[in-house]
């Protein structure tokens, strides 16, 4: 069965620092997501990708992330001069785009800032 | 703004007995209900789903009911087994026609005693 697949598995960076996190989705899915889950809390929406461009994007995803699919089979987030409060388990997601979509998620990058 | 509450947060049952999680919905435009299984450390598995135009279905000893009035839907798990110990999350998503991003539940940690 296709998973999504997401590199590193663990981050760890000096706050201030920018991040990468990459994810490659299942091939025919065509709507892209992150999300994010901070220790011991639910898993938050942070944006979500379509068309080659955010279709939607939460309080969370300010100035300080981007989204980018760089090729036809990357997807990548990025965290500009990182802080504490980032330290969080990223997830990537995807699906189908057919009514009632399936998502599936990778399995997850664990960023620490130090 | 989108909301899903989700209760218990956490549920002891002995093996053999079922286990009943509850959530709550706010945006009445919701119309795909997933629930997803997550062991410790790894991604959210999504278990069963169900859609609007649906007010019950079943998948073996894993059950999800829903009404739409009241805006509740309720995961039902029977003859519950250890390898079910987990965290639970309910979630919300508004299908075709929009981004499909999923509004998390708080999550309900289920163990299952032997």
């Known amino acids: 069965e296709p998973e999504v697949t997401q590199t590193p598995s663990h981050q760890v960076t000096q706050m201030g620092q920018e991040v990468i996190l990459r994810c490659v989705p299942i091939?025919?899915?065509?709507?892209f997501y992150w999300y994010r889950q901070i220790l011991g809390q639910k898993v938050e929406f942070l944006v979500s990708f379509y068309n080659n461009e955010i279709s939607e994007k939460s309080e969370i995803f300010d100035d300080q992330f981007s989204v980018e699919r760089p090729d036809g089979s990357n997807f990548t987030l990025k965290i500009r001069s990182t802080k504490l409060e980032d330290s969080a388990m990223y997830f990537c997601?995807?699906?189908?785009?057919?009514?009632?979509?399936?998502?599936?998620f990778g399995q997850g990058t664990r960023l620490t800032v130090v | 703004g989108e909301n899903v509450e989700q209760h218990p947060s956490t549920l002891s049952v002995q093996e053999g007995d079922s286990a009943v999680i509850k959530c709550t919905y706010s945006?009445?435009?919701?119309?795909?209900f997933p629930w997803y299984k997550q062991e410790l450390g790894k991604r959210p598995q999504l278990i069963i789903d169900?859609?609007?135009?649906?007010g019950e279905k079943k998948d073996q000893r894993i059950a999800v009911t829903l009404n739409k009035t009241a805006k509740h839907f309720s995961l039902h798990i029977t003859e519950t087994q250890p390898e079910d110990s987990a965290v639970y999350f309910c979630?919300?998503?508004?299908?075709?026609?929009?981004?499909?991003?999923?509004?998390f539940g708080q999550g309900t940690t289920l163990q299952v005693k032997p």
């Open positions: 169900i859609r609007s135009n649906v």
């Open positions: 945006d009445s435009a919701s119309n795909y």
């Open positions: 979630a919300a998503s508004i299908g075709s026609g929009n981004t499909g991003k999923l509004i």
């Open positions: 997601a995807s699906s189908s785009g057919t009514g009632g979509r399936t998502t599936s």
């Open positions: 091939s025919n899915h065509l709507y």
